[in-house]
């Protein structure tokens, strides 16, 4: 087997791991809590966080998010584009 081609594999293999643990941090706890928190952090009924570095957080995760959401399609797709080259490159070994 090709080098190039096991390495291009093996990276693949890192995009898709890459994508699992950006879906999971999306579904995180303080990720969805980012929409409830609004202006304070409430816990059992009464509110534990607030002020401006509560707000700076929150807004902060918010932006991060929208961005993030975006990382799962693109490393699919990069692992996939990555076997392809990795499947080609094995077929050109052959012939």
């Given at each position: 087997?090709s ?17 699992g643990l950006?879906?999971q ?7 969805k809590?980012?929409d409830?928190l ?7 009924g009464r509110?534990v ?6 707000e700076?957080?929150t807004?902060e ?10 990382l ?5 797709a990069?692992?996939q584009?990555l076997r392809?080259?990795?499947k080609?490159?094995r077929s050109k070994e052959?012939h």
């Amino acid at each position: 087997m090709s080098a190039a081609a096991d390495d291009k594999d093996r990276l693949a293999q890192e995009f898709s791991g890459w994508k699992g643990l950006v879906e999971q941090l999306l579904g995180g706890p303080t990720m969805k809590s980012a929409d409830r928190l609004g202006n304070g952090a409430r816990a059992g009924g009464r509110e534990v966080w607030s002020g401006p570095a509560a707000e700076r957080f929150t807004g902060e995760l918010r932006r991060l998010r929208t961005s993030l959401e975006r990382l799962p399609g693109g490393f699919l797709a990069t692992a996939q584009n990555l076997r392809e080259t990795a499947k080609d490159l094995r077929s050109k070994e052959h012939h």
